[in-house]
């Protein structure tokens, strides 16, 4: 049973800053691609970042250049660093893992419960 649990959401003002944590349990951490989605209320959950086995990363036009995913293979936990807050970042943002693939295809099988993170203008 793979477990995933969010922290470090909260409220902040425009143009700041916060960091989101990912901590994973169940599967071989360092074997799977890490994404952080989100879902603001009334849309679709959209990508947010991606990040493959090896490093690699990929982000959404609407988040590149403000937002830093990152993953730490030898405490199984994967971050969020991000920066210029704006109000329509405002979502819960999960934490997804899946095999290599999902990286490429979107395929992430398990999911974090969420953590909410408010940007007011």
């Known amino acids: 049973q793979v477990q995933l649990v969010e922290s470090g959401g909260g409220l902040v003002q425009a143009g700041g800053s916060l960091r989101l944590s990912c901590a994973a349990s169940?599967?071989?951490?360092?074997?799977?691609?890490m994404g952080w989605y989100r879902q603001a209320p009334g849309k679709q959950r959209e990508l947010v970042a991606v990040?493959?086995?090896?490093?690699?990363?990929k982000y959404a036009d609407y988040v590149k250049g403000r937002f830093t995913i990152s993953r730490d293979n030898a405490k199984n936990t994967m971050s969020l660093q991000m920066n210029s807050l704006k109000p329509e970042d405002t979502a819960v943002y999960y934490c997804?893992?899946?095999?290599?693939?999902?990286?490429?295809?979107?395929?992430?099988?398990?999911w974090g419960q969420g953590t909410q993170v408010t940007v007011s203008s």
């Open positions: 169940g599967r071989i951490f360092s074997s799977s691609a």
């Open positions: 990040i493959n086995i090896g490093g690699t990363t």
């Open positions: 997804a893992s899946g095999p290599p693939r999902a990286y490429y295809d979107g395929t992430f099988d398990y």
